[in-house]
């Protein structure tokens, strides 16, 4: 039998707690309310309270818990193989555009980091793409070659810091990683100091856009505002339809101190085994670096995360001898049908407000860069990579009608499929474990505790109705159509979904 790796809070969370943020429990007026308080949100309050805007940040959770909290933590513009695809669908402008404006993020990062003399364990390293397999050689050099023509300092190599050979990589001088959480901590304290405002577990449940724009919270609360942004990972209101151009990608993450073993000295990604992603950070006074290892991806509410995790450390234990794995979470994200993320007006009609979404896990860079973008389409400024972003684009829809068709295809497979599969039984539930059944003519999320007591929900995601199924690595009903997630009493852990699973009783 398969031992089960626990699951434990993020490094990067539990070593960075940061101050707790009031509740929202009063009608507040300001002249941006930007909801969900990630790298995207917080970027942008920062930047608008800066330039002298009255901002707050409405947060379901807390502050940088979110996918900022459980990413790899690469501040990169090298984004695996998107220069190379970029060159050959949107045109080599397209590709320019998109590394000056990941460059200037990290450029702006850094400085914002010397200024505010952050403690966020900065370290300047190369980025790699990396292959193994020597038929795919050429996707590299491709990628190499398109990465230079679009403005970085990339480079074709066979030589890295992997304690393995590789067949080739794309090499990206001068990136950076760091400690994701602890200049989140920063930026939020520097945002109140700008006099802006930050409210944690203060859902938003409702929009209605105008001059101004009001929202609503889940405890009653209304916020008017002049504009509002949207940096909710995936947008919680589906006015502009994004959940049709939007796929979620959940990805599993090992961790812990490092052995006898080199340091890699660099970051590095590749599409082969499902996704391996590789890199080392600082971690505390003794002196050990960090590894941290990301790949096995799926669609939430399918595959095997047990399994996944257990591939996933068996990887890092081979490739590096001694490495003690002590911390293993997950993270998600969404990627657009046609690889660029979406930030800028909501939808055509928008006027006052704006959205920031699939990052494609390319999300520390994206969300910096998303504040500066925001910011100067809310100021009245202008950014010469607006359009490329722009989520009312047209021309690239024809050439994303194949991704587009294949994820809707995927979530109408699971929308008629899920519910003709037959129910599971509650008598053969283990403890820990979760199954769908049938009771009192509808399909029940069902949850057996360790202590043996059965807790049941209903199965329809409140999103937009898909049946849930139950990841047993992170205890959590999962929604697979557009990756919403609920804790095992139905709360709701990560949107689009807003209103938690309904509570419901066995017959």
Request: proline share 7%.
């Amino acid at each position: 039998m398969r031992e089960q790796r626990k699951v434990t809070e993020s490094y990067w969370l539990r070593t960075a707690p940061g101050p707790d943020h009031p509740v929202l429990d009063a009608d507040l007026d300001v002249d941006v309310a930007v909801v969900g308080a990630g790298i995207a949100g917080l970027s942008t309050a920062h930047e608008l309270a800066r330039a002298g805007r009255r901002v707050a940040v409405l947060e379901a959770g807390r502050a940088a818990a979110g996918v900022t909290g459980h990413t790899t933590a690469k501040l990169t513009a090298q984004h695996t193989l998107v220069y190379d695809r970029l060159r050959r669908t949107r045109g080599p402008d397209a590709a320019r555009l998109y590394a000056r404006s990941q460059s200037e993020a990290i450029e702006h990062a850094a400085a914002l980091v010397a200024e505010l003399g952050v403690d966020c364990e900065w370290e300047t390293r190369d980025a790699y793409t990396y292959v193994r397999d020597r038929d795919r050689v050429a996707e590299v050099r491709a990628e190499a070659e398109a990465a230079r023509e679009a403005g970085l300092p990339a480079s074709f190599t066979t030589e890295t810091g992997l304690p393995f050979p590789v067949a080739g990589a794309v090499r990206v001088t001068g990136q950076a990683q760091f400690h994701p959480v602890r200049y989140l901590r920063a930026v939020a304290a520097d945002l109140l100091a700008h006099g802006g405002q930050v409210f944690e577990h203060t859902r938003v449940t409702g929009l209605t856009e105008g001059e101004p724009c009001r929202l609503t919270t889940e405890a009653g609360a209304t916020v008017t505002a002049r504009d509002v942004v949207i940096a909710t990972h995936y947008p919680v209101f589906d006015r502009a339809l994004l959940f049709t151009r939007l796929s979620p990608r959940r990805e599993l993450v090992v961790a812990g101190p490092l052995g006898d073993g080199p340091d890699p000295h660099g970051m590095y990604i590749t599409p082969e085994e499902n996704t391996r992603s590789v890199r080392a950070a600082p971690r505390g006074p003794d002196g050990r670096r960090l590894l941290v290892v990301t790949g096995e991806h799926f669609t939430p509410g399918t595959g095997d995360p047990e399994a996944g995790f257990a591939r996933l450390a068996a990887w890092a234990e081979a490739h590096f001898p001694g490495v003690t794995l002590d911390h293993a979470w997950a993270t998600q994200d969404n990627e657009s049908t046609d690889t660029v993320p979406l930030i800028g007006p909501f939808h055509p009609g928008a006027r006052h407000t704006y959205v920031a979404t699939g990052f494609g896990g390319w999300g520390l860079s994206g969300g910096i860069m998303s504040g500066l973008l925001l910011t100067s389409l809310i100021t009245g400024g202008d950014r010469p990579w607006r359009d490329l972003y722009d989520p009312r684009r047209l021309k690239p829809v024809v050439r994303e009608a194949g991704s587009l068709l294949k994820t809707q295809a995927e979530v109408a497979r699971h929308f008629v499929g899920d519910r003709l599969k037959p129910p599971g039984s509650v008598e053969n539930l283990a403890p820990g474990d979760g199954a769908l059944v049938r009771s009192g003519g509808e399909r029940l999320a069902v949850h057996r505790d360790e202590e043996g007591a059965l807790h049941a929900v209903s199965a329809r995601c409140t999103h937009l109705g898909c049946l849930v199924a139950f990841n047993r690595a992170e205890r959590a009903w999962e929604c697979p159509c557009h990756g919403s997630r609920f804790a095992v009493d139905g709360t709701v852990l990560q949107g689009p979904a807003v209103r938690p699973l309904e509570p419901r009783e066995l017959d």
